[in-house]
């Protein structure tokens, strides 16, 4: 359900977090190996000596990268989560805040993070897996229990379905970043796991949805 940088941020409490967090920001709009600890450091408007302070080297600062942007995309998902939203406004507004994302992120980042940072990308591989697992799991369970979602339907699979899917999002043979757009394939990827889960009540409730929001029929 979501990439490896939600670019969702809260009011850092130190500096080391609000450095972190900017980061980010670069690894979104500059991919990872392009940017040095020259480059990061200039963008911040700091020393290298204060980077230093906080991460031993490039391949430290992408390891504290990836765990707080980890942190601050639970905490997004859980907010949404807790809102008491049905499944299908919770998926939705969930898919809002990654297709933001997707349309803002430097098409290398995945690819980057995995060639040059495959330790960072393994140690945080499978926390990631069984995040998004449990997030989709448990949407679905609620949107079955709505009576939004096919009741006939195996929720286990589906959402392990899901997570295999989503890697293929990011595979840039299939979907070079000169013929795609992350955020339209997204997109596309999310209008066909909601109309293939969605009950008889659960389509003409999306279709009601879709009509009030006023949203075109390639918006969601």
Partial sequence: MFPWFLCITFAPVNQEQHIIQQVIGLFLRYGIKSLTMDDIARHLGVSKKTLYKYVSDKNDLVSRVVTEQSRLE?????EICHRGLNAIN?????????????????PSVHYDLEKYHPEVWRSTFKLREDFVYNCVLENLKKGIKEGLYRDSMNAEVIARLYIAKMDVLFDGELFPATQFN??????????????????????????????????????H
């Avoid at 639970?74 to 859980?78: F, H, L, R």
Wanted: no cysteine; glycine share 4%; net charge negative.
């Fill in 90 to 106: 919770e998926i939705f507004e969930i898919s809002r805040v990654v297709a933001e994302l997707l349309g803002q992120m430097h």
């Fill in 182 to 219: 992350f955020k339209e394939v997204y997109l596309e990827f999310f209008r066909y796991h909601i109309r293939g889960i969605a009950s008889q009540s659960g389509l003409e409730y999306l279709i009601e949805k879709v009509k009030r929001e006023k949203l075109s029929p390639t918006n």
């Fill in 74 to 78: 639970q905490e997004t998902i859980a």
